[in-house]
């Protein structure tokens, strides 16, 4: 249940002048300027794309082709299903070869439902696109449509389906554009804000007509100088809609959107809440530019822009490249290997996850790729007792006591765990980064979250049972009860029959007096024993005799 | 290509136990040079065999225990403990002191309980609370501030009990300036009386207030690289310091100044180094604030009311023994929702 806040909620100041603080979070040495360094290259086409049916969150999505259909870039491949649910688009034209279990960039490792398209080069576009809208004109309902059919997701990582989000729209007070990168060396947003920052622009106008909020606000980080200045520069040519842009100090996880909230408004987000419960709808810049294209360029979500960098890559660079693309293409675009890589990280070195294989396609929610040595991220030492420094307290965003958690999570207590507020832990990491007992601690919380996730699986489904077997046992008893009373029924039926018997008996009884007055009248015959002669006397004995004999001997053998 | 996974955080971490423990250990240098100018050679030799008796103990326990023995003696926790317990001895203790108090300390009060991380109570205080009932004599034996006795004076005191030809004992040592004003003040004297005695100096015990600056000074930069939090020293010191100001307030003549008690005895070295002990100590921010309070109420009573001349080995006792029941009712708001605890 989400909790309201006690407190009165702090009034959103439209000018934004004020930064609040939250607890803890670090100062990480920014990598972001490696990629930066360069503007966004394109990828280029790879011989084969791998679109996974489930890269957002929600149900996946239904797959539409089979293999050796023709398709054409901007075609629906698979269809939403439900409400939180995304449908997936052809990236470029080619020939489905293959829709089959392939492995996903998931932390789980484990391979998934995907369409496997082998391109043509020519990049056909789909015959039958829609048609570009005028947004200015457009109703909410044809956009919220159009955002909805381009499989639009929250791009700045959780891949929630943007269509869904923007569901409760009721007193939204402030729409804010996050624009700060999520950890320490993605610089995906940076390139998207400096380098297309009319189409943000845009797209957040889009998102403005859609969700009509008292305020709207794009936030970056104050080490985007760049990004900032080509983002007032679009807004330079009007500003009707009244889009602020602010920045907020770099402190991870700022990008978070509840600690992101938090900054600007003062406000929190509460637990197990969403934003919208505090009237605020926060986008992604990158979801706005896709917004854009889906609505003023008809252009459904078929790329987006991945940072290629790390110490074991040749050229760190931000990549426009189709969903889809394998990883190796990535590398191999960035200039290859540098040497042995001791790491290939999807996401950012604080959240991302490490995987084993470079054969993964860039799904919609993939904003960075990550190749390193063993020179700048060297196998962690073991893990020592943790000796209760607090370090960990001390940089926990969401204000957890994370070595509590560590206790609980270790000992199995998930009870005690939950009370120490796991479900609020938002995975960050700082802690395991500041932890000098070099403690995995993520990976426990992880663990005791999975593991209370699958009792409460266990336990809906004993309900379920117990609910069944206590239906069942109500349903012997009313057939019991039933049969019962029917059978009490038939005894009366019964008992009433055998009140009729005995006037039927008594009338029979009557009959038969009368007959035989009637006989004693007229006489009856005797009977055959009566009026024996002397001699049919002693053959009657004589019989009689032999019978009893023969009962009493012993019976012989036939 | 394959690689290998590992979880998530990756970024490099850059803080280690060892690094604690070093930190710790170089911020008391400057408190025991102090000691030893003041104190003379039995404070180094007393450092010594603490030290060499903890890591043996350490050592011996480990492998009884079958955990690593070279890995986890590099940690420095049971050095850091062996140095604490010498700190808080009596310079010209007898060698078996430091050596029972080490291994006490090590054995029973740390390694019996699973090691570092998991002794409830602060190993080196309770090493040194049990000297303190069992030889309270023995921990007397401080020589008189600025008047070092020579190295074979000190050697012969330590290894044999008794002053060389010609001495005695009572020549040698000094009653502390705490067990002065405690002793004195029973016997009816007062303060004014008492500080006109060689025995203070510019604003606390003499000698004492250079050494509690040191420790303060070491104190000072742990907080400074963050190895300790603010909390339980300044909690501490506001505790001892309110007390003492409080009372002094009321009767100075019976009841010593706040400085005096800031900077007399262990108190420099309680508040930075031995109440902040991270394992026994409380570690919510509140928490803390109440266990460095209560540290530093108790000591004063102690001080004042109890009887022994200083407090702190048992204040820390004490409150190592209510941490964490603190810590449970000390929890932070939790980001998100309405109240302390969450439910």
């Known amino acids: 249940m989400a909790e309201t806040s006690r407190r009165p909620l702090p009034a959103i100041d439209p000018d934004f002048t004020r930064r609040y603080h939250f607890h803890g979070g670090l100062k990480l040495s920014g990598c972001r300027e490696a990629a930066s360094a360069r503007p966004i290259r394109p990828a280029g086409l790879p011989d084969r794309l791998v679109l996974p049916l489930a890269q957002h969150i929600g149900e996946p999505s239904e797959c539409l082709v089979g293999p050796g259909e023709t398709v054409y870039r901007g075609q629906l491949l698979a269809r939403a299903l439900g409400r939180i649910s995304a449908p997936v688009h052809a990236s470029t034209s080619g020939t489905v070869v293959a829709v089959e279990a392939r492995p996903v960039p998931h932390p789980s490792g484990l391979p998934a439902p995907c369409i496997v398209i082998e391109t043509d080069g020519r990049d056909t576009p789909v015959p039958d696109a829609p048609p570009a809208l005028d947004y200015l004109q457009s109703d909410v309902d044809t956009l919220l449509t159009r955002i909805r059919d381009a499989g639009i997701v929250g791009l700045g990582g959780a891949g929630f389906p943007t269509r869904a989000k923007l569901a409760r729209r009721d007193a939204i007070e402030l729409l804010l554009i996050n624009g700060v990168e999520c950890e320490p060396c993605i610089a995906c947003d940076d390139a998207l804000q400096r380098e297309r920052a009319q189409e943000v622009i845009e797209g957040v106008r889009i998102l403005q007509r859609i969700v009509q909020p008292a305020a709207c606000v794009i936030a970056l980080e104050d080490n985007m100088p760049k990004a900032e200045q080509a983002l007032r520069a679009a807004l330079a040519g009007g500003n009707e809609t009244g889009i602020r842009v602010v920045n907020v100090p770099t402190v991870y996880p700022t990008g978070g959107e509840r600690q992101l909230i938090r900054v600007l408004t003062g406000r929190e987000v509460p637990s197990q809440g969403f ?39 040749r050229d760190a660079c931000n990549m426009d ?30 959240m991302g996850y490490a995987v084993n294989t470079d054969a993964l396609p860039v799904s919609k929610t993939t904003n960075c790729v990550i190749a390193v040595t063993a020179r700048s991220m060297p196998a962690p030492p073991p893990a020592k007792s943790c000796i209760r420094c607090g370090r960990c307290t001390e940089v926990c965003p969401a204000n957890l006591l994370p070595q509590q958690l560590y206790w609980y999570a270790r000992s199995g207590n998930q009870d005690a765990a939950q009370d120490f507020g796991l479900f609020d832990c938002i995975e960050c990491g700082c802690c395991a980064h500041v932890c000098p007992s070099h403690i995995p601690l993520v ?31 109500a349903r012997l008893e009313r057939i019991k009860h039933e049969r019962e009373e029917k059978l009490a029924r038939k005894k009366r039926a019964v008992a009433d029959q055998g009140a009729g018997d005995a006037a039927r008996q008594t009338a029979i009884q009557a009959a038969l007096e009368r007959v035989k007055t009637k006989k004693d009248q007229n006489g009856t015959a005797p009977r055959n024993t009566e009026d024996l002669t002397p001699e049919q006397q002693r053959q009657i004995e004589a019989v009689d005799r032999r019978r009893r004999e023969r009962a009493r001997r012993p019976r012989e053998p036939d | 290509m394959e690689f290998t996974t590992w979880s998530s955080p990756h970024l490099p971490v850059d803080n280690s136990v060892e690094r604690i423990m070093r930190q710790v250990l170089l911020a008391l240098v400057p408190g025991a040079a102090c000691m030893t100018w003041l104190f003379g050679w039995g404070v180094p030799i007393n450092l010594l065999i603490a030290a060499v008796t903890a890591l043996g103990a350490e050592a011996f326990m480990l492998a009884l225990r079958g955990r690593p023995v070279l890995v986890t003696l590099r940690d420095g926790s049971a050095l850091l403990t062996g140095v604490l317990l010498a700190l808080a001895l009596a310079p010209l203790a007898p060698w078996w002191i430091a050596v029972i108090g080490s291994l006490f300390a090590i054995v029973v009060a740390k390694q019996l309980y699973g090691g570092l991380g998991y002794n409830p109570f602060n190993p080196a205080m309770a090493g040194y609370v049990v000297l303190l009932v069992s030889f309270p004599l023995e921990l007397t034996l401080w020589p008189a501030p600025g008047h ?49 005695q060689p025995l203070f100096g510019y604003f606390a015990g003499f000698g004492w207030e250079w050494v509690n600056l040191a420790y303060l000074a070491g104190g000072l930069w742990l907080l400074r690289t963050r190895v300790i939090q603010w909390q339980i020293p300044v909690a501490m010191l506001a505790g001892l310091g309110a007390m003492a100001g409080v009372f002094h307030l009321v009767n100075p003549g019976i009841y010593a100044s706040p400085l005096f008690h800031l ?41 004042t009311w109890g009887g022994y001349p200083e407090g702190i080995a048992f204040a820390v006792l004490l409150m190592n023994l209510a941490a964490p029941t603190i810590d449970y009712y000390t929890r932070p708001r939790v980001f998100g929702h309405r109240d302390r605890t969450p439910q």
Request: one cysteine or more; a positive charge.
């Open chain 1, 275 to 313: 934003p919208a419960d505090i009237g605020i709808i926060v986008q992604n810049v990158g979801t706005a530019a896709a917004v854009y294209h889906a609505v003023a360029r008809s252009r459904p979500l078929i790329s987006r822009i991945v940072t290629v960098t790390g110490d074991g890559v």
């Open chain 1, 321 to 350: 490249v189709l969903l889809g693309t394998p990883v190796s293409h990535l590398i191999g675009a960035a200039g290859g290997y540098t040497g042995h890589i001791a790491r290939l990280l999807i996401g950012g070195p604080m």
């Open chain 1, 443 to 473: 990976q426990y919380y992880r663990h005791a979250k999975t593991t209370i996730w699958e009792q409460e699986k266990q336990k809906k489904k004993a309900d379920i049972a117990r609910a069944r077997h206590e239906a069942r046992l």
């Open chain 2, 148 to 196: 070092v006795p020579d190295l074979q004076t000190t050697l012969s005191m330590i290894f044999t009990g008794t002053p060389p030809t010609g001495g005695t004992i009572d020549a040698l040592t000094m009653a502390t300036p705490m067990d002065t004003v405690r002793m004195q003040l029973g016997l009816g004297a007062t303060l004014g009386e008492l500080h006109r």
């Open chain 2, 263 to 303: 900077f007399s005895g262990a108190a420099m070295l309680g508040a930075f180094f031995i109440a902040t002990d991270p394992v026994s100590a409380c570690t919510t921010p509140l928490g803390r604030l109440c266990f460095g309070l209560g540290v530093g109420i108790i000591t004063w009573i102690i001080r």
